[in-house]
């Protein structure tokens, strides 16, 4: 096992991260910005060092400064969290090659699963379905029109090195193709310094259900069910629960076992989460992507399966075989994740930074948990991502859990900056959220219409 951690990245991911190999014992060094010199994982880390200004670009993504700060604290390995240089693959091989453990998968397993268009050849060759789209890149307006045409509209244009919401466009109709896919690439060649895109059919309406995977050295993977993360804003997701509501039993395992299916088929190593769209309407599912990390919303997982999945994270990159098989993982409850942002949701969830002056976070209560890196008197600042905190709870069901997250979201208190708390309070209580009544499009066409006309 390792003695000493490196945790390059920030807020609540790096707060976790802390708390996990503190319980495996082990040291940790926090690396921040100047804005963060305050942050909670600085304080908490055993060590803390500076690497940049305040731009992310000058700290949190400066690869040779994070590795600069490894190598002078002495760390053995660096936990990326996610966001930043999660998915890089390039620093992930530049950690090899300086004989420091990556905690996640190989560059050249990023590299395949990272580019959408190589994620989607493997899922066909391993007899994961994938949905209709073009067979590989799209470089033109003139191919992107002949692709559209044969799959038919509505299509969805997508950034092969995508992530995070970033160069994807929902086109309806023939005539809207060419200003769109011209307007997605630019925007991923300036996200990610690739504008190569391509196109993919819209299930709709659908579900976006995602398999949280493990894998280890000895070629153990297993899965450890299902969240639903439908309820989305802009492509990026608000609220996740586990287990889906529109899964039973016969296509949980079979979305499960192709999800490690999926994940053998690159030799997969570490935490990864295979995500799919689920036809609602004939009961299909389809390969979407594939993210080489842990994701923002896993707690949900942890809860209802009693993983500890940053702990199995470190124990895999450290050479030891899972601690638990497919056989030991049975999904029990439910829980559900609200993402807590420092955003105005009454001004199009424009970002607030500033001073919390009053903080008040839920801790009461058998299965309710609050990750977050804020504090009473700490200033958010605007460099980085606006979540604050996620409240996720666990009930012995779904009506118990949402039960339990509307009183989460009562008890919440923070003043100071502005936050989508009662955004979230308001989306919890709603009777189709509440009977399960909900696509990735309910938000944003259905949901959201309706709560701007209600606004004051």
Not at 318 to 344: F, M, T, Y
Not at 405 to 423: H, P
């Amino acid at each position: 096992m390792f003695k000493k951690l490196l945790i390059a990245n920030r807020g609540e991911i790096a707060v976790r991260i802390i708390r996990a190999a503190r319980e495996l014992g082990i040291a940790t060094v926090a690396v921040y910005s100047e804005a963060d010199k305050e942050a909670l994982h600085t304080i908490l880390a055993d060590e803390a060092i500076c690497i940049g200004p305040s731009k992310s670009s000058d700290s949190y993504l400066n690869m040779n400064t994070v590795l600069s700060a490894a190598i002078v604290t002495g760390a053995q390995a660096i936990h990326p969290g996610f966001g930043f240089l999660s998915e890089n693959s390039k620093f992930a091989t530049m950690c090899e090659e300086m004989h420091i453990k990556f905690i996640g998968p190989s560059g050249l397993v990023m590299d395949k699963m990272g580019d959408k268009i190589n994620a989607r050849a493997e899922m066909i060759k391993a007899n994961v379905p994938v949905i209709p789209g073009s067979k590989g890149e799209v470089t033109t307006t003139q191919e992107a029109l002949e692709v559209a045409d044969t799959i038919g509209y509505p299509v969805m244009l997508k950034a092969s090195a995508g992530g995070g919401g970033k160069g994807i466009r929902k086109v309806e109709r023939r005539e809207d193709l060419v200003a769109a896919f011209e307007s997605a690439s630019q925007e991923a060649l300036a996200a990610f310094g690739n504008g190569a895109m391509y196109i993919e059919k819209v299930i709709y309406p659908a579900r976006h259900i995602e398999v949280q995977i493990l894998g280890d050295h000895f070629g153990n993977i297993v899965h450890l069910g299902e969240r639903d993360c439908s309820l989305q804003r802009n492509n990026q997701k608000v609220l996740e629960e586990s287990p889906s509501i529109a899964i039973g039993a016969t296509l949980r395992q079979k979305i499960g076992e192709a999800a490690v299916r999926a994940a053998k088929a690159v030799s997969y190593e570490n935490a990864g989460t295979i995500e799919f769209l689920l036809d609602e309407k004939t009961g299909e599912f389809y390969f979407m992507e594939m993210n080489t990390r842990v994701q923002v919303e896993h707690p949900v997982t942890e809860f209802v399966t009693g993983v500890d999945i940053v702990k199995e994270q470190i124990r895999i990159a450290a050479g030891q075989p899972l601690s638990v098989s497919q056989d030991d993982i049975c999904l029990k409850g439910h829980a559900i994740e609200c993402r807590i942002n420092a955003e105005n949701p009454k001004f199009n969830f424009a970002p607030s930074p500033g001073k919390i002056t009053e903080l008040y976070l839920p801790s009461g209560g058998v299965g309710l948990r609050v990750d977050s890196a804020v504090y009473q008197g700490y200033t958010i600042p605007p460099y980085y991502d606006s979540m604050i905190a996620k409240i996720i709870v666990h009930g012995s069901n779904r009506f118990d859990a949402l039960m339990k997250m509307q009183r989460a979201l009562y008890e919440l208190e923070i003043e100071g900056v502005v936050t989508n708390s009662e955004f979230q309070m308001d989306l919890i209580s709603d009777a189709r959220v509440i009977a399960g009544d909900y696509d990735t499009a309910f938000l944003m066409e259905t949901f959201l219409p309706e709560y701007e006309q209600t606004e004051d």
